[in-house]
């Protein structure tokens, strides 16, 4: 399987992932522009009104309806970071036609569909609809505070916001609450007409389907933009290390559960050759459920339920995380450093080696069964600006050293602990629990 | 074809270009082998185990015997551990699988994904879950795991949501206890009681073994005769408590620290038949039902979100097994209160109507849709046909079956059930303001 990349204009690229395993064909439109604390907010909202209809389909019903016509085609929006480039769009998932019943054209239909969601939305006057745009923003801000409602996610993003605090990574992809409220449904229109021309646009394909007729379908959607767009340059500041004392930071928050996190700089990003090195070390240090952390912290002194190691390719930030008891923060924050360091000193066994690698290689080539991962490591890759496959990786971690893993382990540093303190009782909830229901 | 003799039953069907084999195995187990060309190979090895027979005896016994809410679970995180001291983890990772266990209300899976080795990790898996260890350290010690498993559901509004849910609409079921038990009820677990529902429960008469991939079944088959020993036949009695058709109390609330009110409402089905193929029929109008009720194409839907009282779509859950039945919906709301009373009047509504027959094949042709991208990967093929088995049913069906329900179908359940008597709320509210 060899990714195909074809020009569409200046600045726009196909990228076809051939693939003839599955029963739905995925295509993706990506935008890529700098994650920027003055437009963070507006591509976030972008999004979501184009999804509520389009100039045939003026309402999300009717677009809903359309696409079940289409047997169900999903088209999803999102909106994401990676390292400091903002990265929004849409995407269609479609049952290939041999499934259908009729002789509908899926692609061609659902690609219809797509193009007014890009191109023609609902308008009133020349510009988006007020009614949209206000009712969209009530729901982003809604959105952003709904946060707090997942707690581990929350505890993982306030550890990488203080621990980037001045850097444009810690940029929210959504923008903050009072930028999305200070938005005009006019500022929104302006930049609906510049956006695009002003994004890197990477187009994705995974399916079977004749390479040149897609090829033929994507230019036929970017007709709009068919003199090209003008790629902005995509960078990210790296902080290889951590450069003072770790930052301590810890919030209460009713809960039952505290929340550790521990925000280190990785030292190792994508583009470097041997990032394939870090990624072994993340595996056997906080991968897999044979992993230090998992073997020590959870399984050797019972102090939780899941402690893991994420790491953040682009911006170079690893994240330690567990949910303990409040009054085992210390024991469990001295436990995962401790484990660092046993690793760079390289006390872990062959067998443990042999088992990470063999763990990150089976992850690798499970990524080939699920459109949505094949796309990620791509679209990924071109951002690190490097091609190579799954499987070219799995070659090269076969033959990394214990030494190459243990130097990767010596170039994490810790930068900020964030922990949220638990402050509800932990029994609070079993008072009254059984109510009696016998009749 | 690589099929060499007839020991294996064939089943086959031209519209999902899917097939799958078929063998019960003289130790007692169905086993169940889907070929298909894909990276990723997937077994799971489960048995007819759940959160909710926390009550059972073998046919003979005189009486019932009551075991702590959560033990099928505990005994899912305590099957990892080997009397060699060697964690089932570190066996597999020597060829590379990645491996996991789910407990549900109905069922105990023990399952792995893998891109090579398929059958000597097969071996594995079903060495292991064919040798239980227990001793009182080693329970001990999950108690310190499964607390904080328990404490980190608990911060999660939507699973409180759920239960507190599940709690409103049902007065005695079991469904109502939480699949992990609580930390009180975790804490009367021993070794003992672990190995008395393990040698009930672990009957290979109880289990099942799917296996989905690019997979020989001549192998599965040498594997099950090299690792598995006849299971003695044996006949569970599981106790399930009458329950009304109605619901036990229409309301529960409670505070969180959340950004504003959630809610999940339920509407509870107490007729279930008796039949596999039927209740897999009530299944496929039960999702057609809610998709075209409460999905994002649905007037309902459509209807609250221009009014500004939804912001996101619907979480949809239906469900029809021979235990439990129902239909929930749940999102975020400032007023929850007002939705629920939208939902009454619009169920009257649609009741007094009847459903659009041209939208329901509309809808019905989706939902064929839906089940076409199910069988895309080798997990979801073999869990949905675990649960689907266990239920009398089969996966392979479920797309014909589909697509012979009709609008009466759907008519003749709305009316049925959609009555006050049968709805619940459960809402959970921001602590501050």
């Known amino acids: 399987m060899q990714l195909l990349k074809k020009t569409i204009a200046e600045g726009i690229t196909l990228n076809v992932i051939p693939a003839d395993k599955f029963k739905t064909d995925r295509i993706s439109v990506n935008f890529l522009t700098p994650l920027d604390p003055e437009k963070a907010a507006l591509n976030a909202l972008l999004v979501k009104v184009l999804s509520r209809g389009t100039k045939s389909w003026p309402d999300m019903k009717s677009l809903s309806r359309a696409l079940d016509d289409i047997y169900g085609t999903n088209l999803s929006d999102y909106n994401y970071k990676r390292g400091e480039t903002q990265i929004f769009g849409f995407s269609l998932g479609m049952l290939k036609s041999e499934y259908a019943v009729d002789d509908t054209d899926i692609i061609s239909e659902a690609l219809r569909i797509l193009s007014e969601v890009l191109f023609s939305p609902a308008l009133e006057n020349g510009g988006l609809r007020t009614d949209y745009v206000e009712a969209e923003k009530k729901n982003l801000i809604d959105d952003i505070k709904a946060r707090i409602n997942n ?108 929340k550790l996190v521990l925000g280190f700089r990785s030292g190792s990003v994508l583009e470097d050759p041997d990032y394939h090195m870090f990624k072994i070390f993340c595996e056997l240090y906080g991968g897999s459920p044979t992993c230090k952390l998992f073997e020590n912290v959870r399984e050797r002194l019972s102090l939780c339920y899941y402690c893991w190691a994420s790491n953040e390719a682009f911006k170079g930030i690893m994240l330690v995380s567990s949910g303990i008891e409040n009054t085992d923060k210390d024991k469990a924050q001295d436990e995962i450093l401790r484990q660092l360091k046993l690793v760079a000193e390289g006390d872990f066994s062959e067998e443990e080696l042999e088992n990470a690698k063999l763990s990150l290689c089976n992850g690798y080539k499970e990524i080939y069964d699920q459109k949505g991962s094949l796309e990620a490591w791509y679209l990924g890759r071109l951002l690190a600006g490097r091609e190579d496959s799954p499987l070219e990786n799995v070659d090269k971690i076969m033959k990394v050293t214990r030494e190459e893993v243990m130097q990767k382990a010596a170039g994490v540093s810790l930068d900020t602990v964030y922990f949220m303190h638990g402050t509800e009782k932990a029994d609070a909830a079993e008072e009254g629990e059984e109510e009696d229901v016998s009749d | 074809m690589f099929l060499t003799n007839t020991v294996f039953k064939v089943k086959e069907n031209p519209y999902l270009k899917e097939k799958y084999y078929y063998i019960h195995h003289k130790s007692g187990l169905d086993v169940y082998v889907f070929p298909k060309k894909m990276s990723v190979s997937y077994a799971i090895f489960g048995t007819r185990y759940g959160s909710i027979d926390n ?104 699973n409180v949501l759920i239960f507190d849910l599940l709690k409103n609409m049902y007065a005695r079921n079991s469904v109502r206890k939480e699949i992990a038990g609580t930390v009180e009820s975790i804490s009367k677990i021993t070794a003992d009681i672990l190995y008395r529902c393990y040698n009930v429960f672990y009957n290979l008469n109880n289990m099942s073994l799917c296996v989905c991939g690019d997979i020989d079944p001549e192998k599965v088959l040498a594997v099950c005769d090299s690792v598995l020993l006849a299971s003695p036949d044996i006949e569970i009695e599981r106790c399930r408590e009458p329950e009304k058709p109605e619901v036990y109390r229409s309301r529960s609330e409670r505070k969180m620290k959340v950004a504003r009110p959630m809610f999940d409402i339920g509407i509870k089905n107490t007729d279930i038949p008796e039949d596999g193929t039927e209740r897999m029929k009530g299944s496929a109008v039960m999702s057609i039902v809610s998709d075209m009720l409460f999905g994002s194409s649905s007037d309902f839907f459509n209807e609250l979100y221009e009014e500004g009282l939804l912001s996101n779509n619907l979480s949809l859950w239906s469900e029809n097994n021979r235990d439990f039945s129902f239909f929930t919906l749940g999102g975020e709301a400032d007023e929850p209160e007002k939705i629920f009373e939208r939902f009454t009047s619009h169920m009257e509504k649609i009741k007094s109507e009847g459903l659009d027959e041209k939208q329901f094949a509309s809808f019905k042709r989706v939902q064929v849709a839906n089940t076409v991208r199910g069988f895309e990967s080798t997990s979801s093929i073999a869990n949905g046909f675990l649960n689907s088995v266990f239920d009398g049913g089969d996966i392979l069906d479920y797309a014909d079956i589909l697509g012979k329900v009709t609008v009466e179908d759907a008519n003749s359940l709305i009316r049925r059930i959609f009555a006050e008597r049968n709805y619940a709320m459960s809402v959970v509210r921001p602590v501050d303001n």
């Not at chain 2, 097969?122 to 607390?147: N, R, S, W």
Request: with cysteine; hydrophobic share 35%; proline share 4%.
């Open chain 2, 55 to 158: 009550k059972f005896r073998l046919k003979g016994d005189a009486e019932y015997t009551e075991v702590p809410d959560g033990i099928a679970h505990f005994l899912e995180h305590k099957m990892f551990e080997n009397e060699d001291g060697v964690d089932t983890f570190k066996r597999y990772a020597k060829y590379g699988a990645s491996a996991n266990a789910y407990t549900s209300f109905q069922l105990t899976a023990y399952l792995f994904s893998c891109t090579s080795n398929f059958y000597e990790n097969l071996d594995i898996l079903l060495d292991f879950v064919t040798h239980p260890y227990f001793t009182p350290e080693t329970v001990a010690k999950e108690q310190g795991i499964i607390a904080q498993e328990i404490r980190m559901r608990e911060d999660r509004p939507g």
């Open chain 1, 151 to 258: 707690k581990s996610g929350w505890a993982l993003e306030r550890c990488v916001e203080e621990m980037c605090a001045g850097e444009r990574h810690s940029v929210s992809v959504t923008g903050t609450i009072e930028q999305v409220e200070k938005i005009k449904p006019e500022d929104l229109t302006k930049h609906y007409k510049n956006i695009f021309r002003n994004c890197r646009i990477e187009i994705f394909y995974v399916g079977d389907a004749d390479i040149d007729r897609i090829y033929g379908l994507m230019k036929n959607l970017m007709t709009p933009l068919s003199d090209g767009v003008k790629a902005p340059a995509l960078s990210v500041d790296v902080k290889r290390k951590a450069e003072n004392e770790p930052k301590e930071i810890t919030e209460d928050i009713l809960a039952k559960q505290g």
